[in-house]
């Protein structure tokens, strides 16, 4: 599976971003989806992911709970993130992730077989 990410950008403090993932290739249901970001000089970290069928079980990292929700479209083929109440620690390059579904959904970004190309996120102060 191919996934690009796009809907980043430059936003103020309090703002809101939705994010969103394009995936082509293999049947995107057949696929866990997650959300990564990495700021400069920090490791990639996890911040939400969804199980295949959208509806069972979405994971979220505590710096993001109540702010951001993961969602997705299985006849869209796209993964997205509403990202509210935005923090400038917030910033970095987020990117989507895709797992097999035969496994079960992980915020490990070990696990993820796919990856998309990032796309900058910039909270101001």
């Known amino acids: 599976v191919q996934l690009q990410a796009f809907g980043g950008g430059l936003v103020q403090a309090g703002g809101f971003l939705r994010l969103s993932c394009a995936a082509s290739?293999?049947?995107?249901?057949?696929?866990?989806m997650g959300w990564f970001r990495q700021a400069p000089g920090k490791e990639r970290e996890f911040v939400a992911a969804?199980?295949?069928?959208?509806?069972?079980?979405?994971n979220y990292a505590d710096s993001v709970k109540d702010r951001f929700t993961i969602s997705r479209d299985n006849v869209k083929n796209t993964l997205y993130l509403q990202m509210n109440s935005l923090k400038p620690e917030d910033t970095a390059v987020y990117y989507c992730?895709?797992?097999?579904?035969?496994?079960?959904?992980?915020?490990?970004?070990?696990?993820?077989?796919?990856w998309g190309q990032g796309t900058q996120v910039t909270v101001s102060s």
């Open positions: 290739g293999r049947p995107f249901s057949s696929y866990h």
């Open positions: 992730a895709a797992r097999y579904g035969l496994y079960s959904v992980s915020s490990q970004n070990v696990d993820y077989q796919y």
């Open positions: 969804i199980t295949r069928s959208g509806g069972s079980t979405t």
